[in-house]
């Protein structure tokens, strides 16, 4: 017998929506857009939403992942699993779906947005919109291509979005191309780096950063770890590690040639939280007292720089 949802009071309707899952209230968001709209007196919660490019969207809260995926199939659409990661096909394209739930349950920020850019527009769409919105994204990560056509076109929406937490980089852009990161969030990873200069290194706000396949130079990174040196510099970093073919022995990072490691006992080795970032490092102070651990390889594929900036409160330094 068919129930005339919509005409129960409104507190009693608010109740019902509280005990239903995401699944289930977005099948009835679409019976009709009076019924989305009503959806949202279920109440706002810290919902968070993540998008992986070419076809999965997910929403989560209080540990709960609920998962929509897209259907091959007519039969399969709104089949969904009570298990924990749940499951649920859906009809709509992916951007649509993506707004569609935004909308439905109030989402106000986007935990993570992973683009591969087989498509650039659906990407274009999606990020103009959150920016207009002025959303929160806390990661979003730039899956690997061989090639990517639209290149030109990344960088300046990527400044354009609010991303907070982490950035990944994974794809080879075009040399013919300059890309400029702008704006960065807590922890930046990229792995062809090469566009990534001295310019940008300098402006960094980062707490973490790591660029792979870099072309910065020795010069480069004495420039850098002089500026580190000011007090008023760089407040926030901690961690820097750097890959780079233009790293050589040929000229001095802070008036030291590189291999730079402390050779010898006892060893010192720098533990920062659970990691062992450093071993044989050698400390290097600001001009206030706070002192980085600086290393640099030279063997290997790819010479390596790496340094770490010493906290009190979740640093342990110890001899070997």
């Known amino acids: 017998m068919p129930i005339a949802l919509l005409k129960f009071p409104t507190d009693l309707l608010r109740d019902v929506f509280k005990f239903c899952d995401p699944f289930e209230l977005y099948k009835l968001s679409k019976c009709s857009k009076r019924t989305q709209r009503s959806i949202k007196l279920s109440g706002r919660k810290n919902w968070r939403i993540r998008y992986f490019d070419p076809g999965t969207v997910i929403i989560y809260v209080d540990h709960w992942l609920y998962r929509f995926e897209k259907a091959e199939k007519k039969e399969d659409y709104f089949k969904g699993s009570m298990l924990k990661p749940m499951s649920m096909r859906y009809p709509d394209e992916v951007v649509?779906?993506?707004?569609?739930?935004?909308?439905?349950?109030?989402?106000?920020?986007?935990?993570?947005?992973?683009?591969?850019f087989r498509n650039f527009e659906s990407f274009s769409n999606i990020a103009n919109i959150l920016i207009e919105r002025n959303m929160e994204i806390e990661e979003f990560h730039i899956g690997s291509e061989p090639d990517v056509k639209?290149?030109?076109?990344?960088?300046?929406?990527?400044?354009r979005m609010n991303i907070t937490q982490y950035f990944e980089c994974d794809p080879r852009f075009l040399c013919r191309f300059h890309y400029q990161l702008e704006t960065f969030p807590k922890k930046v990873f990229i792995n062809w780096s090469y566009w990534f200069n001295i310019g940008q290194l300098?402006?960094?706000?980062?707490?973490?950063?790591?660029?792979?396949?870099?072309?910065?130079?020795?010069?480069?990174?004495?420039?850098?770890?002089?500026?580190?040196?000011?007090?008023?510099?760089?407040?926030?970093?901690?961690?820097?590690?750097?890959?780079?073919?233009?790293?050589?022995?040929?000229?001095?990072?802070?008036?030291?040639?590189?291999?730079?490691?402390?050779?010898?006992n006892p060893r010192a080795e720098v533990t920062f939280g659970y990691r062992k970032?450093?071993?044989d490092g050698v400390p290097v102070s600001k001009d206030d007292g706070t002192v980085g651990w600086?290393?640099?390889?030279?063997?290997?594929?790819?010479?390596?720089?790496?340094?770490?900036?010493?906290?009190p409160d979740d640093t342990v330094i110890t001899s070997r």
């Not at 600086?294 to 790496?306: C, D, F, M, N, S």
Request: hydrophobic share 45%; charged share 20%; net charge neutral.
């Open 277 to 279: 970032d450093i071993v």
């Open 150 to 159: 639209d290149a030109a076109h990344i960088m300046p929406l990527v400044n």
């Open 96 to 116: 649509d779906l993506f707004f569609n739930l935004l909308d439905t349950f109030g989402i106000c920020r986007v935990g993570m947005l992973s683009i591969d």
């Open 202 to 264: 300098l402006n960094n706000s980062c707490v973490r950063m790591e660029l792979f396949k870099s072309n910065l130079s020795n010069q480069d990174l004495d420039v850098f770890l002089r500026k580190w040196k000011n007090p008023e510099t760089f407040p926030n970093l901690g961690w820097l590690k750097i890959y780079g073919k233009k790293i050589d022995n040929q000229s001095p990072i802070l008036d030291m040639i590189p291999p730079i490691q402390i050779v010898g």
């Open 294 to 311: 600086l290393k640099v390889e030279l063997g290997g594929r790819w010479p390596e720089l790496k340094f770490l900036v010493v906290n």
